[in-house]
T-cell receptor, first 108, second 116 residues
Framework: KNEVEQSPQNLTAQEGEFITINCSYSVGISALHWLQQHPGGGIVSLFMLSSGKKKHGRLIATINIQEKHSSLHITASHPRDSAVYICGVPQGAQKLVFGQGTRLTINP | DVKVTQSSRYLVKRTGEKVFLECVQDMDHENMFWYRQDPGLGLRLIYFSYDVKMKEKGDIPEGYSVSREKKERFSLILESASTNQTSMYLC???????????????FGDGTRLSIL
């Protein structure tokens, strides 16, 4: 079974700061998922990536397949970015296993 | 947009009750999932279904069962609720993952279940 570790578990920052959340996994994968969960519970998919880098607005996700590591960056952070960020990797053909999540709080 | 709808946002039940959590998706997805989410433990898979009447145990199936009689609906059943099943329950669905075709999972809003 793939083991997924996220760091940090909690992160508090001031508005405008550059944010980095890390995800490491133990077994080689085809792709990695980053998800966002806002207060209230709903989870949305942010990125799926298998190599290199993807960018969507102020969010950037990178992956290093050889090192089994991915990072999620947020530039010019804003209080509305406050959420739990979750990485997930495949387990078997159809399932995902997730890290424990990183709770991000951006203060104005 | 894919819509995954869970029947309740909040639910309070008593120990020993039989509890049904319902999930419906509107995009003809083959795969459906039930997770529970607890602080510090993240999302853990309870059961997975890859087709009507087909199911597979996840990492923590004890105390739960599931039913998938129609493709769009996946039900989670707590046979005899216990206090350690107090949690956030999330349903998700996805298309079948191909060898080179990565598909996202689409989540419902979750049901916060309290067992008293």
């Amino acid at each position: 079974k793939n083991e997924v570790e996220q760091s940090p578990q909690n992160l508090t920052a001031q508005e405008g700061e550059f944010i980095t959340i890390n995800c490491s996994y133990s077994v080689g994968i085809s792709a990695l998922h980053w998800l966002q969960q806002h207060p209230g519970g709903g989870i949305v998919s942010l990125f799926m990536l298998s190599s290199g880098k993807k960018k969507h607005g102020r969010l950037i996700a990178t992956i290093n397949i050889q090192e089994k590591h991915s990072s999620l960056h947020i530039t010019a952070s804003h209080p509305r970015d406050s959420a739990v960020y979750i990485c997930g990797v495949p387990q078997g053909a159809q399932k995902l296993v997730f890290g424990q999540g990183t709770r991000l709080t951006i203060n104005p | 947009d894919v819509k995954v709808t869970q029947s309740s946002r909040y639910l309070v039940k008593r120990t020993g009750e039989k509890v049904f959590l319902e999930c419906v998706q509107d995009m003809d997805h083959e795969n459906m999932f039930w997770y529970r989410q607890d602080p510090g433990l993240g999302l853990r898979l309870i059961y997975f279904s890859y087709d009507v009447k087909m199911k597979e145990k996840g990492d923590i199936p004890e105390g739960y069962s599931v039913s998938r009689e129609k493709k769009e609906r996946f039900s989670l059943i707590l046979e005899s609720a216990s206090t350690n099943q107090t949690s956030m329950y999330l349903c998700a669905s996805s298309l079948v993952q191909g060898a080179r075709d990565i598909q996202p999972q689409h989540f419902g809003d979750g049901t916060r279940l309290s067992i008293l």
